[in-house]
């Protein structure tokens, strides 16, 4: 794109916030043991929302793990690690105060700690 436009990284990247806006993420590893896994995982089945700090879900996608994607576009995956005891969370939202009010929410509701 810089070549083809002959605009520098950061007119491109301006253009790219202004049309669409900045998102914040962040990936929380989580360890826990075999049991903990288990119980999560379970938990992790019934686990339905119908908002998250305050924003109305969009849908629900099971490929991997739980994606709770909501109606402003910011979403949730929680995952378990395929070769280590872990669990993922990973959160995406337009700035770090809704990330970390999605993160709390989902955290509390899954109990999301040491057992």
């Given at each position: ?91 995406e ?17 899954l ?5």
């Open positions: 794109m810089l070549a083809a436009t002959g605009k520098s990284f950061r007119q491109l990247n301006q253009e790219v916030v202004e049309k669409y806006g900045i998102m914040t993420s962040s990936r929380i590893d989580l360890r826990v043991t075999a049991p903990q896994k288990e119980r999560i995982l379970s938990d992790l089945k019934a686990y339905a929302p119908k908002t998250i700090a305050g924003v109305q879900v969009d849908s629900l996608d099971e490929t991997e793990g739980k994606k709770i994607i909501l109606d402003d576009s910011s979403w949730v995956l929680i995952r378990p690690s395929g070769t280590e005891p872990l669990i993922r969370l990973y959160v939202a337009a700035n770090p105060e809704r990330l970390e009010a999605m993160r709390s929410e989902v955290v509390s509701a109990a999301l700690k040491a057992d």
